[in-house]
């Protein structure tokens, strides 16, 4: 496990990192749409890890997280709490490295979501649907069995993994003039920023969030994590808070983060599904949506958005 300070990474590491880890990832595509360039008044560029293993960018968070662990504890086992992508994620990446794998999900997680970690591991431990619950059996199925625990997204291997997705995406487009990415957990926009920073500073990443999850843009402002009362969000990937590790990267680096509403983000998946052809999750979505919806402010750029994963359960969605 990585113990450097947060800010002391450099493009060595980057790199390093991501021949680690490459022979096991699809560097992803970027694609063009007419449509959207004359909607945005923009060229936009969409890095498509929706088609990435696990359908997430966090197939590249888990692969490097697990590789970085002590290698007592590649006898031994990892575990993390999630009801979604990471859990997805990390439970393929343990099975391609024949490490065993224990995920706490709530009780409610829908059943698709379920059955993608059932492929890879039997040792789904279900708690209630509090953070409170997924941490206090997440400690307890941890102690009972000496695994290793991996944050989703507040842990720098976790960061550092992300960090790959921005690195493809500049190797492939040195001319972009932002990038923008999902807020959630922190992980994918602090390692974008990493990227980034080291890659080009010419770049600049602008943060996008469901208003009704705005923890993050209360947080740069009040210059301290900041909680959500309420998780009402279809952007469910987007519903966690910041974590102590992410948190100072995203501060230094990130300048804005734009907000935008459910009806915003529900037309912009709307337009991704049935004018692009694209199968993305509301949590993509979200970043179209903020492009859109603040498009004057970026008339003329070269925009680039990361589609941060594909995994939609269309019986919930209602257009």
């Known amino acids: 496990m990585n113990f450097k ?14 021949n680690k880890i490459d022979r096991y990832l699809i560097n992803t595509p970027v694609l063009r749409f007419d449509f959207v360039d004359s909607l945005c008044n923009c060229e936009v560029f969409f890095k498509c890890e929706n088609f990435q293993h696990t359908g997430s960018f966090k197939y590249r968070a888990a692969l490097n997280a697990i590789k970085s662990i002590p290698d007592s504890y590649k006898k031994r086992g990892v575990i993390t709490h999630s ?14 490295l024949n490490i065993s794998c224990y995920i ?49 997204s507040n842990n720098m291997d976790v960061i550092l993994g992300n960090s790959t997705c921005a690195f493809e995406f500049f190797e492939e487009n040195q001319n972009l003039d932002y990038i923008f990415s999902p807020v959630g957990g922190g ?19 602008i943060g996008a969030e469901p208003s009704n999850v705005d923890d993050a843009y209360r947080s740069l402002i009040s210059g301290k994590i900041e ?10 990937g987007l519903r966690t808070n910041l974590g102590s590790i992410n948190f100072p990267i995203i501060q ?68």
């Open 5 to 18: 300070n947060s800010m002391s990474y450099d493009r060595l590491d980057i790199i390093s990192v991501k």
């Open 83 to 96: 009801s979604g992508n990471f859990a997805h994620a990390l439970s393929r990446a343990a099975s391609e």
């Open 104 to 152: 706490v999900m709530p009780s409610n997680t829908p059943d698709f979501k379920k059955m993608s970690v059932l492929k890879y591991t039997e040792n789904i431990i279900e708690c209630k649907p509090t953070l409170e619950a997924r941490e206090h059996m997440t400690k307890k199925v941890m102690r009972e069995n000496n695994l290793f625990f991996l944050h989703p």
């Open 187 to 205: 992980g994918l926009i602090a390692g974008t920023c990493i990227a980034m920073n080291h890659f080009s500073k010419n770049f600049r990443v």
């Open 227 to 236: 909680t959500n009362k309420s998780t009402n969000t279809i952007a469910d």
């Open 252 to 319: 230094k680096h990130v300048k804005e983060i734009l907000l935008v509403s459910e009806e915003e983000i529900m037309n912009s998946l709307n337009i991704i599904l049935n004018q692009l052809k694209l199968v993305v999750e509301p949590s993509s979505a979200v970043v179209l949506a903020a492009l859109i919806k603040n498009r004057d402010n970026f008339k003329n750029k070269k925009i680039g958005l990361i589609m941060c994963g594909g995994n939609i359960d269309f019986n919930s969605l209602k257009f």
